[in-house]
């Protein structure tokens, strides 16, 4: 991608009363604001936001199948489940042409339920796990934060439905740990916390996903433990959480094993072997992807500089050009651009603006690209570019050879 193609609006003043990653979002052009709680996703953001969304879904592809379920849901399932009032004022509704009311949904329970109860007669067409990444809304009475808390979110959420508790929850178990691995894969140390309340979602086993962060809006406490041992069981089968930390955190996943909540209002069940019905045992499994990606901010920003983890870059690589005006290093970096495209495909930008050197270097550094390749005069005639790896900070003089064995 060239940069002269590529629309980000960054800016140099912000709101300094917002929160780190609003103000970065906002300084990067990665969003633009179009009311209370509501974003435009912006190129640079688009491209981050897809890359989170690819990792958490080569990881739910591991345990589940994955759907598009619709946004509207129509008001009769959320009905049927006896959810209708529970959200409140945060349920967002809209009449249609036949008058019936639809709701904007802030998670996919009654539709999920709706898709397979007919096709569910006996348990041997269980078990059922499906996942859908869809963009939410939830009619927040006041959104703040950016996008860690606002009206229209980008979630992954997976269901699991198994004819016995047993089963339901063996699996909910197998989900949390693919979780450990799936947040660890990204760099966060996240903290798994068992919940009693499981709020307007349901059930009797819940854990919420937290990493620290100084502007998060939750208190959590902890075991000291966990920050340095991952034995999952070890760590579940506790008792005694002798050590206490506590912290401000973000919450960026939340998981439950729904039991019968669901299934027994809305009539989902499961002829046994002896003829007799069991209501079909769910479990429901949420990650807030456009949340993540402020959390990376909170974590791994600077104030003019981010360190995005491995994968989750805009671009792996950039060719800047340091003399615009010349046309033998402007042919050099569109020949090495052409060059690097092959490897990295899309992931290769190409700064070919009419800015100086110093402000492209701010600006990629904002951006969070990781590898630069500068060409100038003065590298042209030394037949040596400069290379810079952000994530290292490594700086060297290579030649055309070397750049290729490099990277």
Not at 55 to 63: E, M, P, R, S, W
Not at 76 to 100: F, M, P, Q
Not at 213 to 225: L, N, P, S
Not at 253 to 277: E, R
Request: glycine residues 6%; aromatic residues 10%; neutral net charge.
């Amino acid at each position: 991608m060239k940069a002269s193609q590529f629309y980000i609006p960054m800016r140099k003043n912000v709101d300094n009363s917002l929160i780190k990653s609003h103000q970065f979002l906002l300084r990067a052009g990665m969003i633009h604001a179009i009311g209370a709680g509501l974003y435009a996703w912006l190129p640079l953001g688009w491209r981050i936001l897809r890359k989170i969304e690819n990792v958490i879904a080569k990881y739910h592809d591991k345990l589940f199948s994955r759907t598009c379920m619709p946004i509207m849901h129509p008001e009769k399932l959320w009905i049927e489940s006896g959810r209708r009032n529970s959200y409140g004022k945060e349920t967002l509704c809209a009449v249609d042409r036949h008058e019936k009311v639809l709701i904007y949904g802030p998670s996919a329970e009654e539709v999920v339920v709706d898709c397979v109860r007919n096709y569910v007669q006996s348990a041997k067409h269980l078990p059922i796990t499906l996942y859908n990444i869809q963009w939410k809304f939830r009619d927040e009475v006041r959104p703040r934060f950016g996008i860690m808390r606002c009206r229209e979110f980008l979630m992954c959420d997976g269901y699991s439905f198994h004819i016995s508790k047993e089963k339901s929850q063996k699996f909910y178990y197998q989900v949390l740990e693919t979780y450990l691995e799936m947040f660890q894969a990204i760099n966060l140390n996240v903290i798994p916390i068992h919940q009693n309340d499981t709020g307007e979602i349901g059930g009797d086993l819940s854990h919420e996903f937290f990493v620290r962060a100084q502007t998060g809006e939750d208190e959590i406490e902890f075991d000291e433990k966990w920050l340095a041992d991952k034995n999952l069981t070890e760590i579940l089968n506790m008792k005694n959480h002798d050590k206490k930390q506590q912290s401000r955190a973000i919450e960026i996943g939340h998981i439950f094993c729904l039991n019968t909540v669901y299934s027994k209002p809305m009539k989902l069940k499961a002829t046994l072997s002896d003829n007799t019905q069991q209501n079909v045992y769910m479990g429901c499994y949420g990650v807030g992807v456009s949340r993540l990606l402020g959390a990376m901010i909170e974590i791994f920003a600077e104030q003019n500089k981010i360190v995005w983890p491995k994968g989750i870059e805009p671009f792996q690589i950039a060719v800047v050009n340091a003399s615009y005006d010349s046309k033998n290093v402007c042919e050099k970096c569109e020949k090495i651009y052409g060059m690097l495209l092959q490897k990295y495909e899309s992931d290769v930008y190409y700064d070919d603006r009419k800015l100086s050197i110093s402000e492209k270097k701010v600006q990629l550094s904002l951006m969070g690209v990781p590898k630069l390749i500068i060409i100038g005069d003065k590298e042209l005639q030394n037949e040596k570019f400069t290379y810079i790896d952000n994530s290292t900070k490594l700086r060297m003089e290579i030649t055309d050879s070397e750049l290729f064995n490099l990277i």
